[in-house]
């Protein structure tokens, strides 16, 4: 016995029905048909069979022999058992109203239909139409030109399009060319209909990307024929995995398949260009608010893709594809590298306005890489690696960025790719190191506390600085043992520090976090475990974050920081001043301490301006009840400056550089024994 569809008839006219496993199955294109299926029971291996001329399309799911001939009997014998939704034809809905309230009142789940948009300047055309589609049971939409028809289409789903070919001002050939670059013939069926029946006219059709092509005056007999073949061969494309099923756009396999077609067509002189975008961030996304919330956010972008697309003066030669989890590729045929680089900067400016994901708004935003074909030996798979290339330079940059690829940015990543194979080992190996720049009260020049800062003791490139091996950590994900690591070490170091050189109040400690350690609830737990295991007081342990790296991300770590500030701990906003809304992060998220960048301590005695942003950061603190830190202080003028605005607490290279704890040890032991030389 094997599973198979059974047709079933519309007509008493009925004859037998062969049906074999060798029927071709297609499952529904719209997630509207989709959803139907899945509440209706039927599983993506049911059959949705076309019907032969007089026959209603059942979708029925049961046992049979491989071959079974219907009759009327065997048909009422089954359909006995079924709704009538179950029964209903392929994209169509039971025009009957009885049927569709008996379906109600059984529980069923009616299917919503296939919807259409008839796009003809004549109102008799589109109304003749309307009524006769409609009656067949597809849900409708009409359009007078293109430029509506372009609206209706940038706004919602359709699942197959009624063109006139023929109409004022944008024609159908005009309009479809729009479409084409952005929907492909499986995505979005078009028919053309013409009264031109002449072969020029038709070839020119199909050569823009028309699925068929119907003459006026219209059979609207074979007019629905044709629209039921258009729709089954759009699923049917969908079986053949070319497209993917969440955006509707093209997947990874057809975009390196139209990408490879493109080499072989691509002539020296012109040129083809691989733009490839990345969503920052979307892993958080996932995490904290759902796949689901996730889905929405890829659905919304792509919409916003195509739309800027059909917007923008892109030549007709486009594939638009998701081709990675959170990656858009989009393939440039012909087009100028001035006009794409501005279309990387117009598609990372569309999703500047927040998504509304549910209850939410969220920001996204992403980074753009683009490579160029550079050679006729160029293959499909090297060229949207260097666009990806491209891609995470731009990403080093900080978000919204864009990159165009160039060939040392890959030996670039192979340097990259290397030192993150050696990362891996080099907690293990215990190549990494922790070492303490000390706090220093400007007054008295005693010192307060110390900042933890990691590096790297590399066995081939010597010590390497954090800005060179943080951003590998945080792509890898290495940087949360890293940081507990970090964390431990310091910790520990600090309850040493505060048994030998006791004060009042006691040294504190400062240790940096990745935003990436605030995704989840570990940081949390690591904390709370370090707390417990070197008692050190709470107050005295102190987390600085980077304003910049921080604030795109403030939803999502909003519940982590409340959970840290729970622990007594402190927290500290590095960089203050660097970041583009360092008001509203402070407002949202509650911070203790802020420390001034070291770009305006170093101007403060050079630019008047810096030092009003400094005299005004400290002014904002003491109105918000938090302390100050000024980094960078290089010389004593710098220190007498910052002192006269209000600032009390600073590090730099005039007080120490950061070192090894024996060496900071060292140093705390000879200004205690020079204070009691002192006092002598």
């Known amino acids: 016995m094997t599973k198979a569809g059974l047709l079933t008839d519309r007509s008493s006219q009925t004859g037998g029905l062969p049906i074999s496993e060798e029927t071709v199955a297609t499952t529904c294109r719209s997630a509207r048909c989709s959803q139907w299926r899945d509440r209706a029971g039927f599983t993506p291996a049911s059959l949705f069979i076309r019907p032969r001329k007089g026959e209603n399309l059942g979708i029925i799911y049961g046992y049979h022999k491989p071959v079974l001939r219907s009759t009327r009997f065997c048909h009422r014998k089954i359909l006995s058992a079924l709704t009538p939704s179950s029964c209903s034809e392929f994209g169509r809905r039971e025009s009957h109203e009885g049927a569709h309230s008996r379906s109600l009142e059984r529980g069923a789940v009616a299917p919503d239909p296939c919807k259409l948009l008839v796009v003809d300047d004549n109102p008799q055309n589109r109304d003749l139409l309307l009524r006769s589609l409609t009656g067949s049971g597809y849900q409708v939409e009409v359009a007078e030109d293109g430029t509506e028809a372009l609206e209706k289409i940038n706004q919602a789903h359709y699942d197959l399009v009624l063109l006139d070919q023929m109409m004022p001002g944008m024609s159908g050939l005009d309009l479809l060319r729009l479409l084409r670059a952005t929907h492909s013939p499986s995505e979005l069926p078009v028919i053309m209909v013409s009264a031109l029946n002449d072969s020029g006219a038709i070839v020119d059709a199909f050569d823009l990307g028309a699925n068929d092509y119907v003459v006026k005056p219209i059979d609207l007999r074979v007019m629905d024929a044709r629209i039921q073949t258009q729709l089954l061969r759009s699923q049917a494309d969908r079986e053949n995995r070319l497209l993917d099923p969440?955006?509707?756009?093209?997947?990874?396999?057809?975009?390196?398949?139209?990408?490879?077609?493109?080499?072989?067509?691509?002539?020296?002189g012109e040129s083809l260009t691989v733009l490839l975008l990345d969503l920052d961030g979307f892993q958080n996304l996932n995490d904290n608010l759902g796949h689901q919330t996730g889905d929405q956010a890829l659905i919304e972008a792509?919409?916003?893709?195509?739309?800027?697309?059909?917007?923008?003066?892109?030549?007709?030669?486009?594939?638009?594809?998701?081709?990675?989890?959170?990656?858009?590729?989009?393939?440039?045929?012909?087009?100028?590298?001035e006009q794409a680089e501005a279309l990387a900067k117009t598609l990372l400016t569309c999703l500047s306005r927040p998504f509304s994901l549910g209850n939410s708004q969220v920001s996204v935003s992403a980074c753009a890489g683009i490579a160029r074909c550079a050679s006729p030996q160029t293959i499909a798979t090297e060229l949207l690696r260097d666009a990806r290339v491209a891609m995470f330079e731009a990403r080093r940059e900080g978000r919204s960025r864009s990159q165009t690829f160039d060939p040392e940015l890959r030996q670039h990543a192979h340097i990259r790719m290397a030192m993150a194979i050696d990362?891996?080992?080099a907690l293990e190996r215990k190549q990494m190191a922790v070492f303490y720049q000390p706090k220093v009260d400007l007054r008295t020049g005693s010192v307060v506390g110390f900042e933890a800062l990691?590096?790297?003791?590399?066995?081939?490139?010597?010590?390497?600085?954090?800005?060179?091996?943080?951003?590998?950590?945080?792509?890898?994900?290495?940087?949360?043992?890293?940081?507990?690591?970090v964390l431990r070490e310091a910790a520990a170091q600090l309850k040493i520090w505060q048994a030998k050189f006791p004060s009042s109040p006691p040294l504190s400690m400062n240790v940096n976090v990745s935003v990436k350690q605030l995704v989840g609830l570990q940081l949390v737990e690591a904390v709370a475990a370090v707390l417990v295991e070197t008692a050190v007081p709470p107050e005295t342990l102190k987390l600085e974050i980077t304003e910049g790296s921080l604030i795109p991300e403030i939803?999502?770590?909003?519940?982590?920081?409340?959970?840290?500030?729970?622990?007594?701990?402190?927290?500290?906003?590095?960089?203050?001043?660097?970041?583009?809304s360092s008001l509203s992060c402070l407002r949202t998220l509650h911070f203790d301490s802020l420390k001034i960048d070291r770009s305006f301590v170093q101007r403060l005695n050079v630019d008047q301006e810096s030092c009003a942003i400094v005299e005004t950061i400290i002014s904002l603190a003491r109105s918000l009840h938090m302390t100050v830190v000024a980094e960078g202080?290089?010389?004593?003028?710098?220190?007498?400056?910052?002192?006269?605005?209000?600032?009390?607490?600073?590090?730099?290279?005039?007080?120490?550089?950061?070192?090894?704890?024996?060496?900071?040890?060292?140093?705390?032991?000879?200004?205690?024994?020079?204070?009691?030389?002192?006092?002598?």
Not at 318 to 332: C, H, M, Q, Y
Not at 558 to 572: F, G, N, P, S
Not at 636 to 657: D, N, V
Not at 670 to 676: C, D, L, V
Request: hydrophobic share 45%; charged share 20%.
């Open 633 to 680: 202080i290089q010389n004593e003028e710098q220190r007498a400056t910052l002192l006269r605005l209000g600032c009390e607490t600073g590090q730099g290279f005039l007080f120490s550089k950061p070192v090894a704890a024996d060496a900071a040890e060292h140093a705390m032991a000879s200004e205690i024994s020079a204070a009691k030389l002192a006092l002598a």
């Open 246 to 268: 969440l955006t509707g756009l093209g997947n990874r396999a057809m975009f390196l398949n139209q990408l490879e077609q493109a080499l072989v067509r691509h002539n020296p």
């Open 555 to 580: 939803e999502s770590v909003q519940e982590v920081l409340t959970r840290l500030r729970a622990l007594h701990i402190q927290l500290k906003l590095d960089d203050f001043g660097t970041g583009y």
């Open 302 to 337: 792509a919409t916003r893709f195509r739309r800027i697309i059909t917007e923008s003066a892109i030549h007709p030669s486009f594939t638009l594809a998701r081709v990675g989890s959170d990656e858009f590729a989009f393939l440039l045929e012909a087009t100028p590298a």
């Open 454 to 485: 990691l590096r790297w003791r590399h066995p081939r490139y010597g010590l390497i600085q954090p800005s060179d091996f943080i951003p590998i950590a945080e792509d890898t994900g290495l940087i949360i043992p890293m940081g507990t690591w």
């Open 423 to 425: 990362l891996y080992q």
